[in-house]
């Protein structure tokens, strides 16, 4: 019927990710718990200093390796379900609460709330499992499914998800964490599965992004606006931002101090 009306039928790996532990945060967050098996004295007096004093930026050019090293520490040393949380939200819950009106710290605690309760709703008994099913319950409906709805249904173009099928869960959730990450290797069974019929050099290939260039708009071309619409807008006046906190942010960002693009 679809064919017949002209509309056009797009499949789409979109839960294979969340199902099979494929995120960069996934392996973030178990090198995270590896991490944490070195000496404490290692860790605080050595490394963390050292990733500290680090920039993000010179010479006009971003430092991706540091940039990721500063984002591993801002989570490494938490607990599982918190580290698992710090590792895709943009800010803690302490950044977060002084950045906004002091009256919206219940809200933003009932979010932090929500999700422990949330993480620990399982008998799951493995750490990617945990977070795979999170994923599956929380990113999954809220973001990747949702927006790829409205995109494809405003293109008048049908998107099939074969993944989020209760058949392909129940397969998944069969294969315990160790086996859907496997070194720095992900989603392993789907791997597995695919080298019957899909070349090997795109199997073994690396996981690509759609990401746009916000460090470069935020530090460069969008400075004025950032300056005007923000440190200087309605959201700052209103006192919903705290002018403070936020000035801080740009400031790091244009001095290479921190990566505060997406913030």
């Known amino acids: 019927a679809a064919r017949d009306a002209g509309v056009k039928v797009l499949l789409s790996g979109m839960g294979a990710d969340e199902l099979f532990g494929g995120y960069r945060k996934h392996l973030a967050c178990v090198l995270g718990a590896r991490y944490q098996t070195l000496p404490r004295s290692l860790r605080s007096r050595v490394v963390a200093p050292s990733v500290e004093r680090l920039p993000v930026a010179a010479g006009g050019r971003g430092l991706r390796y540091s940039r990721w090293a500063k984002r591993f520490l801002s989570f490494a040393e938490l607990p599982e379900e918190a580290a698992f949380r710090r590792s ?17 710290s219940p809200h933003v605690q009932a979010v932090v709330d929500a999700h422990h309760s949330l993480y620990n709703d399982s008998h799951l008994s493995d750490h990617v499992n945990r977070m795979c099913l999170t994923d599956t319950r929380l990113f999954l409906p809220g973001l990747n ?5 409205r995109s ?3 293109a008048s173009t049908e998107v099939r998800v074969p993944f989020v099928d209760p058949y392909v869960f129940r397969a998944a959730f ?7 990450i496997r070194g720095r290797t992900q989603k392993v069974p789907l791997r597995v599965a695919a080298e019957d019929w899909v070349p090997r050099d795109v199997v073994d290939r690396p996981k690509a992004s759609f990401g746009a260039p916000l460090r470069a708009w935020v530090t460069n071309d969008l400075g004025p606006l950032i300056d005007d619409v923000l440190l200087d807008g309605r959201l700052v006046s209103s006192g919903f931002l705290q002018a403070s906190p936020l000035r801080r942010m740009v400031a790091d960002q244009r001095a290479g101090r921190r990566d505060q693009s997406k913030q």
């Open 88 to 104: 895709y939200s943009l800010y803690d819950q302490d950044e977060l609460e002084g950045l906004l009106d002091p009256e919206l």
């Open 145 to 149: 499914l949702a927006y790829t709805d």
């Open 152 to 154: 494809s249904m405003a």
């Open 174 to 180: 069969s294969f315990s964490g160790s086996r859907k």
